[in-house]
């Protein structure tokens, strides 16, 4: 007679330890999982936290630029500040030479002058001798009547010509002084207006050079906050991977346990059930 209660006490008996053999393999898969994860986000960890140290060193860069681009705009408007002194400079030196020049003209007027009223006297005394000679010649007195009348008319040429050339010439002068004189206001106006533009170009220039420079660091503390956020989600990916395979390990943990518990259950209901087929 084949002994059934042996048979199932057998089967459960299996059944129980196979229950147990599967638990404790569902924990070691699980506890490798979770190291796997474990390792996996303090490898994406370690990689956030490389890639926020080189964003710390691209602020670094950025701080260099800062102070070398405001460095740089400085030097550039104090260069064009320095361009512009000079011009004003040499144009202000250009003045007095101007107004020698002016004097010199006025000279050189009054001069002509001066060698025209000779030339037409010269030319007055050879006519007058002329006729004096001539009159003398052909037995004239050279200051009667007609002669004396040709004489007189030679004189008053000499005076209009004289009188044209004195009006032609203060006209001359008086433009020469007056314009002249005009045009080096023009120039005082000029260099007063190259320095204020030079003082006005320099001030702006170094208000540039500071807005470049704030501009430049402002950027390095942007970076520089991408790097703290980019720390902050390296600790956080490291904390919910550590998360994650603690409750992968509890999981195994609790299937190990359970599958224990089955088997010890098993093993005490096939007991208790070839105990009573047995009675």
């Known amino acids: 007679m084949v002994a059934w209660p042996a048979i199932f006490g057998a089967i459960s008996a299996v059944g129980s330890i196979m229950s147990a053999v599967q638990g404790s393999k569902m924990a070691d898969a699980a506890g490798a999982q979770a190291d796997a994860v474990a390792a996996a986000g303090a490898q994406d960890a370690a990689a956030l936290a490389a890639y926020a140290g080189q964003q710390d060193a691209y602020a670094g860069l950025h701080d260099a630029y800062a102070a070398k681009a405001e460095g740089a705009v400085k030097r550039q408007a104090r260069l064009n500040y320095e361009y512009a002194m000079r011009q004003a400079g040499l144009e202000e030196k250009e003045i007095p030479l101007l107004l020698l020049s002016i004097e010199r003209?006025?000279?050189?007027?009054?001069?002509?002058?001066?060698?025209?009223?000779?030339?037409?006297?010269?030319?007055?005394?050879?006519?007058?001798?002329?006729q004096v000679a001539l009159r003398t010649a052909q037995?004239?007195?050279?200051?009667?009547?007609?002669?004396?009348?040709?004489?007189?008319?030679?004189?008053?040429?000499?005076?209009?010509?004289?009188?044209?050339?004195?009006?032609?010439?203060?006209?001359?002068?008086?433009?020469?002084?007056?314009?002249?004189?005009?045009?080096?206001?023009?120039?005082?106006?000029?260099?007063?207006?190259?320095?204020?533009?030079?003082?006005?170009?320099?001030?702006?220039?170094?208000?540039?050079?500071?807005?470049?420079?704030?501009?430049?660091?402002?950027?390095?503390?942007?970076?520089?906050?991408?790097?703290?956020?980019?720390?902050?989600?390296?600790?956080?990916?490291?904390?919910?991977?550590?998360?994650?395979?603690e409750s992968i390990r509890i999981g195994g943990k609790q299937a190990q346990t359970s599958g224990y518990i089955n088997a010890v259950g098993g093993l005490a209901n096939a007991a208790y059930r070839y105990g009573s087929l047995g009675g």
């Open 105 to 130: 003209e006025v000279d050189t007027e009054e001069r002509e002058a001066d060698n025209r009223e000779i030339a037409r006297r010269r030319q007055l005394n050879g006519a007058l001798a002329s």
């Open 139 to 245: 037995g004239v007195q050279a200051y009667d009547g007609s002669p004396l009348a040709m004489m007189g008319a030679d004189i008053k040429m000499f005076e209009r010509d004289q009188a044209i050339d004195a009006g032609n010439t203060a006209r001359r002068i008086i433009d020469k002084k007056f314009f002249g004189s005009e045009r080096a206001k023009l120039m005082v106006d000029r260099v007063s207006l190259l320095r204020y533009g030079a003082d006005i170009g320099l001030e702006t220039g170094l208000e540039q050079a500071e807005l470049v420079g704030d501009a430049a660091s402002l950027q390095a503390d942007a970076i520089r906050l991408e790097a703290a956020g980019t720390r902050m989600s390296a600790s956080s990916l490291l904390s919910s991977s550590q998360l994650e395979a």
